[in-house]
Each structure stands twice: as structure tokens, then as C-alpha cells.
């Protein structure tokens, strides 16, 4: 597709640009996004044309973009709270394409949306590696635990590297790994065995999730509990407010 100079790629075009995690519904939809800085917005079949007064443009893989703070903001439109925190751990993630303070900066009072960004931006965290990370890290904290430290290196008592935890409490020796499809390769299962080994001899407890958790978390949080009494001495207080089921699967805030 052309672009006038004076037009880009936004909303969910640039979200997959910038290879952020989209929702199912939205991951097969084939309409195209483009904003204008001018007064003439794009017409054209399978294109949603924007008028922006403002624009924050970058160049990208050979496209003019909006900025991955700005697409942030842009998806909140269209996005619950949920997904909107999966999208911004994306962007202050491993790739560093903006930071939170960028993203708090892209969100314009009274627009469209602004509600549910404000919302998501108080629950993105740097360290989150994955959209499903994301949303388990979500179920868990509304469902009363401890907020997790993120992709932290764990060290043996003698200072051997054990390995990495998706989410941890390191004060309890707890952690939790979400173990996607690639868990299942015969070499990584192998390897997963062996540094399993190491976290139980060094005194820690690994729990583990798979992508149906996050829907139907009641025995995973079960196990997380048991592990904060075993540990803590104490059970974490039931989820108050939104229920980790809603936010799990993508509640509006």
C-alpha cells in the first residue's frame, strides 16, 4: 500500500508492526489502519482512515508507524484493560520500544479510551516476556498474592546459576513458570527435569501453569496457596473486587 508523506500506519496495523500480542478476534482481521496528519483521511476499501492533529511517527521496518507508545494508546479503543496490559508489557519489554513513562505520556485526557489506558497503565510491569505471562501475572495478583518479581536469574546457596522464573517470590523460595508448548519437546523436557533438580535440592518450590490456567486458575491457585502457607505461614487473602477469572479472560477494568 502508498502512503501520502503526510501518512502512516496506526491503531492495530501498527500494533502487529511492532509484533505486539493482539487478541484472537483481532489477530485474523485484515482492515487496515492508517493515519493523516491532514484533513483528507484514507478512503479506501479493507482501510479505516484517522485524522491525527498530533502525530508521533517512527520508521519501522521500512513503514512509517505510529510510535509504540502512541499505538498503545491508539489499541485502548479497542482493547480491554487486560489486553491493553499485555500490549504495554510489550512495548516496556525485552525490545525497550518505550518505556512506562512513555506510555503514561501518550495517554490524551477525554479521548477515546483514555479510561482503559489509565486503567492498564497501572498494571504494566517491565519483565513480562509473553502474553500469557501477562495475563497469568493479572489472575494472580487479584487473586490476592503478592505482587511477583519477573524473569529474575535464581542462584543456589553456593552461588550456582539454577535458572530463570517467569514470576517469583524470592523471600518464600516460591516461584511460577508458565510452560508453553515448546515444555513439551523431548530436550527441553529433559532439561526442565534437570534444572528442576537443582531449584528443589536448594530448597525452592516451582509452580507450574499451561495456557488453561489462566481461565480456570482455582487449582493453581490452590497450590499457590498452599505454598504461601507453607512458606509464609499464612494464606493470601480470596480475590475482592474483579474476580482473576474476568481479568484472565480480558475484563474490562
Known amino acids: 500500500m502508498v502512503l501520502r508523506p503526510d501518512q502512516w500506519f496506526s491503531h492495530v496495523t501498527a500494533a502487529r508492526i511492532w509484533s505486539a500480542?493482539?487478541?484472537?478476534?483481532l489477530r485474523d482481521d485484515t482492515t487496515v489502519?492508517?493515519?493523516?496528519?491532514?484533513?483528507?483521511?484514507?478512503?479506501?476499501?479493507?482501510?479505516?482512515g484517522h485524522r491525527c492533529r498530533y502525530p508521533d511517527v517512527r520508521e519501522h521496518e521500512g513503514k512509517r508507524v505510529s510510535s509504540p507508545a502512541r499505538t498503545w494508546f491508539e489499541c485502548a479503543g479497542v482493547l480491554t484493560v487486560a489486553e491493553l496490559v499485555a500490549v504495554g508489557d510489550h512495548m516496556v519489554g525485552r525490545a525497550g520500544l518505550a518505556s512506562v513513562d512513555d506510555l503514561a505520556?501518550?495517554?490524551?485526557?477525554?479521548?477515546?479510551?483514555?479510561?482503559?489506558?489509565?486503567a492498564a497503565l497501572e498494571r504494566v510491569r517491565v519483565g513480562s516476556e509473553s502474553a500469557m505471562e501477562s495475563a497469568l501475572r493479572l489472575a494472580v495478583v487479584d487473586a490476592g498474592f503478592p505482587e511477583p518479581q519477573l524473569n529474575i536469574d535464581?542462584?543456589?546457596?553456593?552461588?550456582?546459576?539454577?535458572?530463570?522464573?517467569?514470576m517469583a517470590w524470592?523471600?518464600?523460595?516460591?516461584?511460577?513458570?508458565?510452560?508453553?508448548?515448546?515444555?513439551r519437546d523431548q530436550a527441553t523436557f529433559r532439561r526442565d527435569q534437570r534444572r528442576g533438580?537443582?531449584?528443589?535440592?536448594n530448597g525452592w518450590l516451582v509452580i507450574h501453569a499451561t495456557a488453561v490456567d489462566p481461565a480456570r486458575p482455582a487449582v493453581l491457585f490452590e497450590r499457590l496457596r498452599q505454598?504461601?502457607?507453607?512458606?509464609?505461614?499464612?494464606?493470601?487473602?480470596r480475590p475482592t473486587g474483579h474476580r482473576?477469572?474476568?481479568?484472565?479472560?480480558?475484563?474490562?477494568?
Open 33 to 48: 489502519h492508517v493515519s493523516s496528519s491532514s484533513e483528507a483521511a484514507m478512503r479506501r476499501n479493507g482501510v479505516i
Open 105 to 118: 505520556a501518550a495517554v490524551r485526557p477525554g479521548a477515546r479510551g483514555a479510561q482503559v489506558a489509565r
Open 21 to 25: 500480542p493482539l487478541p484472537a478476534r
Open 170 to 183: 524470592p523471600e518464600y523460595r516460591i516461584a511460577l513458570e508458565y510452560d508453553g508448548d515448546h515444555h
Open 244 to 253: 482473576a477469572e474476568d481479568v484472565a479472560r480480558g475484563g474490562r477494568g
Open 227 to 237: 505454598a504461601f502457607a507453607d512458606r509464609a505461614g499464612r494464606t493470601p487473602r
Open 197 to 201: 533438580n537443582g531449584f528443589v535440592v
Open 154 to 166: 535464581v542462584h543456589g546457596s553456593s552461588g550456582d546459576f539454577l535458572g530463570r522464573v517467569d
